[in-house]
């Protein structure tokens, strides 16, 4: 099978797509030069730095109306900036692998918070951890602000136990459903009372809201506390298997394949819970190049939007812009419509984000204007960026395309932009009418169906 094919394949899964400068990468390298260049890149690990403002003083119930205003404003501010540096880390960042592992369990992991520290917090520890051990990831999530506030469990104490915070970990973050009971939910609760943070984005256990009882929990008693719960999950094979399932679907293929995810797993339970072990069972198998597995996947609307912008570099006079085409595609990143995160696969598709998503490429390179607005709702943090915003949404994108002519020109740009071995009619490439013809090729190929799929 052709190489660029087999290298942009890895490219697309294990990153976000080939790059403008990846262009001789992928014709001269194998995916097992690919693939150790992408470990090695994301060896390192680094936070996004942001000067945030200090609110860890500020008490709601005793701030006036002008206080809490300012509040509001500042922090939705803050969250778009923290978006729009992460979204430029998964563009340009070296660290590949890093990015799409965050971004993949951040989808895991799915937290919706106002306070724009504690969503900082939670990104850089979950960036840091991505491609370190499970269990301390699971554990560092678990006690972060942002979880712990999104799943109530600061309301969780003793004699009064909140069970949000306890069903979640089990049912979407370790085990999945039908293999806990009722019971354990409600022992696991009492074990995470008093698990709380201070206003400066501390963890901390307040034993005097901490139930100090026995409990039962998947067959084990004793006076657990919650991070002995967690390890109690943690020894159960339903948490690798659950976990690598998850893994399997977003990076290989939506239709499991149950012998390999047991097989993954095992390795997986096996090498207490390292998450590079599995990545590098997938990513160096034959199985993962299977023609089943390739250009299978609908791109998210964060895959199809950063795997746009990494062949085509393009300057935005108004960045916030990109908040508002990732609502409008339904991928806002750190606003997960719930708990369970993100959609996937047809779940992207439907008669409005379709089109827009064939168009964004024209949109971009001023070919048409843009004709979508968001919707209507109660979303507080998209009505400041609106406000944010100017009334044209195109946002003024300029494309270098002294740079793309430089890297493409003298290629073949379907086997460069699709990850397809179907031709595309002409009279499809031809479509636009750009004086350049190497222009309206390459928008013509990116506002395909087929490069919707990667």
């Known amino acids: ?18 790059d403008l400068k990846d262009i001789s990468r992928i014709k001269n390298s194998s995916p097992q030069e690919i693939w150790k260049e992408l470990l090695k890149k994301s060896e390192k690990y680094s936070p996004i730095n942001i000067n945030l403002e200090d609110f860890s003083a500020y008490k709601p119930k005793e701030a006036n109306a002008e206080m809490k205003k300012f509040f509001q404003k500042k922090n939705k501010e803050e969250n778009a900036e923290i978006i729009l540096n ?14 799409k592992m965050t971004f993949f369990w951040t989808g ?76 354990d939910i409600k022992e696991a609760a009492r074990a995470f009372t008093g698990w709380s943070f201070t206003p400066e984005g501390n963890f901390i256990m307040r034993p005097r809201l901490h139930d100090f009882g026995n409990k039962t929990f998947l067959g084990k008693t004793g006076n657990f506390n919650g991070t002995e719960i967690l390890k109690i999950i943690l020894e159960q094979k339903a948490t690798a298997k659950y976990i690598t399932k998850r893994i399997y679907q977003f990076f290989v293929n939506e239709k499991t394949d149950e012998n390999l995810v047991n097989e993954l797993a095992e390795k997986f339970y096996q090498s207490n ?19 089943k597995n390739m250009g299978t996947k609908i791109k998210s609307p964060i895959e199809l939007m950063v795997g746009i912008q990494k062949i085509l570099p393009i300057s ?4 916030k812009t990109l908040i508002i ?3 409008l595609l339904g991928q806002m990143l750190l606003n997960p419509p719930n708990v369970a995160g993100w959609p996937s696969g047809k779940a992207w598709i439907d008669s409005s984000t379709l089109m827009l998503r064939l168009k964004t490429p024209q949109i971009w390179s001023g070919i048409i204007s843009l004709d979508y607005a968001p919707k209507d709702d109660d979303d507080q943090n998209m009505g400041m960026m609106q406000k944010m915003l100017p009334k044209n ?62």
Not at 1 to 14: Q, V
Not at 86 to 99: N, P, T, V
Not at 286 to 291: L, P, R
């Open 1 to 18: 099978m052709n190489s660029i094919l087999l290298n942009k394949h890895l490219l697309h899964r294990a990153g976000f797509g080939v």
């Open 316 to 319: 935005i006079e108004n960045p």
């Open 393 to 454: 949404l195109q946002g003024n994108f300029k494309i270098d395309w002294e740079s793309v002519s430089k890297n493409l020109k003298n290629e073949n740009l379907e086997d460069i932009l699709l990850q397809s071995k179907k031709s595309i009619p002409e009279n499809v490439i031809n479509e636009f009418e750009i004086a350049d013809e190497f222009k309206s090729r390459v928008i013509a190929l990116m506002s395909t169906p087929e490069y919707q799929l990667c």
């Open 273 to 291: 819970y390292d998450i590079k072990t599995i990545l590098n069972e997938i990513f160096t198998s034959k199985w993962f190049f299977d023609e």
């Open 86 to 99: 992460w979204y430029q880390s998964m563009i340009s960042g070296e660290a590949q692998l890093r990015e």
């Open 108 to 183: 895991i992991f799915a937290t919706r918070n106002v306070v724009s520290r504690f969503n900082l917090q939670l990104l850089n520890i979950i960036k840091e951890n991505a491609l370190g051990n499970f269990g301390d990831l699971l554990l560092a999530v678990s006690q972060s602000p942002s979880m712990l506030q999104f799943l109530n469990n600061q309301q969780n104490k003793k004699d009064h136990p909140n069970e949000n915070f306890a069903r979640e970990v089990m049912e979407l973050f370790t085990m999945g459903r039908g293999n806990y009971t009722e019971k």
């Open 325 to 327: 085409y990732q609502k």
